[in-house]
């Protein structure tokens, strides 16, 4: 329930301050007096568009903050899930905007953006005005009306379809990806055959480019290498004077020396290892030496190796990895035209037993649709009656679309006849304000059972209507107020004296300055509004006592 509506700097309203009862509440006064701006204030706190023109002329910002009684299991399944606490299951909205466009909403003071604003009021809180006719005259917007009274077996059968239809989804779009690359594997076969031959002819390895561009060099420079090493073994060994034999001499010498001293012994030894190292580097050059062929034959095919892999990398990759990874693509793609037939014909078979899966339950949720269907039929034809459309004939209509949907595969469409003779035509043919706002009062009166929303808020239901039919309407907002708090906006004093509560809006002007002020009506109060809403400024006795009259009713 809505407790307490509090509004600053709305459009004309100043600052506004009310508390909500229980039951069936009138919002009334004169045109232009404010009354659409309270509802835009409620429009704020359940996630609707604001805009800074909205804000009060020459204020910074506006605000609205509304106080929500709810239910346990509200509590529960709405506000839990998005980590608000609720302590006595109050719920607390308030929401700003500033004229540089800055808005900020909070529920019981955490910060939330508006499409959870949206996803916690909407089940909070129902407005029925155009919106509302337009949802309603939007066959797309039928199936979900319908689906509201299935039941318990119903959304079983609703979450299966849904499961069903994502799995169907998810094989269809995998066959489709493989028969598409399967059709581009044919259309290029003869290509990646080509490529792959070339490939194969070449047969490059990993490191290959590498190990040829080293041997190139050592090939391309042989001649210097093997002077290089020939110069230095002759330096070291094979001279008339070189360094192993000049280290013999003088090894020798100190050798005689050992005798006089530790430390020519220890000279001696290091004379040693130098000596044999040396001995070793000349074994290791004369092999290297020997290793090296002047080769011009091996060096012409390192360089036609050379230049045939630097042309696959133009081709193909820029490295060898890179050319043996589109290697391997391309044979993949040649394999795919094997490999995917065998997993398409799996993935086609997978898809015919989830399709008949699919049909068995949709079948099933159509034939719980008729079923529940012909109740909604009967309950809105019985309250159509009471709003004084006596002759109105309802049916839904319900067929068999024959595609896979989310919701199954039915096409759900209210047909109405709202005079006698006249033949059932789709809801949104409904020309007459009238009949469309009784139409919409009927379905809120059959949805409230099940909806579970505790606050309707009607928006001028009585449009159009006058008379007999306008007491009828008021008698069911009365007994919607019954089970959940029910707030019309009416011009109707029929409507309003059905009410529990009442507020009078007015619009006065000061100091030449617009605001709109709301007061709400003891009994005395309420029977001078009343006899002003069925007089106007012609007030008499008799139209005081009708007004009483309509009160005590």
Request: charged share 35%; aromatic share 6%; net charge negative.
């Amino acid at each position: 329930m809505l407790r307490e509506l509090k509004i600053e700097n709305l459009a004309i309203i100043d600052k506004l301050d009310l508390e909500f009862d229980d039951g069936f509440i009138v919002l009334t006064g004169e045109t232009g007096a404010g009354k659409s701006i309270i509802l835009s204030g409620i429009n704020l706190l359940i996630g609707e568009k604001a805009t800074i023109d909205m804000i009060r002329t020459g204020e910074k910002s506006l605000s609205a903050q509304g106080v929500f009684e709810i239910s346990d299991e509200q509590r529960e399944e709405i506000l839990t899930s998005f980590g608000i606490d609720a302590e006595d299951n109050e719920v607390i909205v308030r929401r700003t905007l500033d004229t540089k466009g800055r808005g900020k909403v909070y529920v019981n003071g955490v910060r939330v953006s508006l499409t959870n604003l949206k996803q916690i009021m909407g089940t909070l809180v129902d407005i029925v005005g155009q919106h509302s006719h337009q949802m309603l005259l939007n066959k797309h917007n039928h199936i979900r009306l319908l689906d509201k009274f299935l039941g318990e077996k119903g959304r079983d059968l609703l979450a299966k379809i849904s499961i069903l239809y994502t799995k169907h989804k998810d094989i269809s779009s995998k066959i489709e990806e493989i028969e598409k690359n399967r059709n581009d594997a044919i259309e290029k076969k003869e290509f990646y055959e080509f490529q792959l031959a070339e490939l194969e002819k070449v047969n490059p390895k990993s490191g290959e480019d590498d190990s040829l561009e080293e041997e190139y060099k050592r090939l391309f420079n042989a001649g210097k290498i093997k002077e290089k090493i020939q110069n230095s073994i002759l330096c070291l060994r094979d001279g008339e004077i070189n360094a192993v034999h000049l280290l013999y001499n003088s090894r020798k010498n100190i050798e005689s020396l050992a005798k006089y001293g530790d430390e020519f012994t220890e000279l001696l030894d290091k004379m040693d290892k130098i000596y044999y190292e040396l001995e070793d580097c000349v074994d290791i050059m004369q092999t290297l030496g020997e290793d090296i062929d002047i080769d011009g034959k091996r060096l012409q095919e390192v360089v036609e190796r050379i230049d045939v892999l630097n042309k696959l990398k133009i081709k193909y990759g820029a490295t060898i990895d890179g050319i043996l990874e589109f290697k391997e693509s391309i044979a993949q793609k040649i394999k795919l035209l094997e490999e995917d037939s065998f997993d398409l014909q799996n993935l086609i078979k997978e898809k015919k037993e989830v399709e008949e899966e699919y049909f068995k339950i949709a079948k099933e949720l159509r034939e719980l649709r008729k079923k529940k269907a012909i109740g909604i039929e009967k309950s809105l034809k019985d309250e159509l009656k009471f709003l004084k459309m006596a002759d109105a004939k309802v049916h839904i209509l319900i067929e068999d679309t024959k595609e896979i949907g989310i919701k199954g595969m039915d096409l759900v469409e209210i047909f109405i006849s709202t005079n006698l003779g006249q033949e059932l035509k789709p809801l949104a043919k409904i020309a007459s304000g009238g009949e469309v706002s009784r139409i919409m009062l009927a379905l809120k009166v059959i949805f409230s059972r099940v909806d579970n929303i505790p606050i309707l808020i009607f928006d001028e239901i009585d449009t159009g209507v006058g008379g007999e039919t306008v007491r009828k309407i008021a008698d069911k907002l009365r007994e919607i107020g019954e089970h959940a708090q029910v707030v019309s906006i009416t011009h109707s004093p029929a409507i309003a004296a059905r009410a529990h509560q009442q507020f009078f809006i007015e619009k006065l002007t000061k100091n030449n300055t617009t605001s709109t002020t709301v007061k709400k009506l003891d009994h005395k109060g309420r029977i001078e509004e009343i006899a002003r809403m069925l007089a106007g400024e012609n007030i008499t006795e008799a139209v005081f006592e009708h007004a009483q009259e309509l009160l005590e009713e």
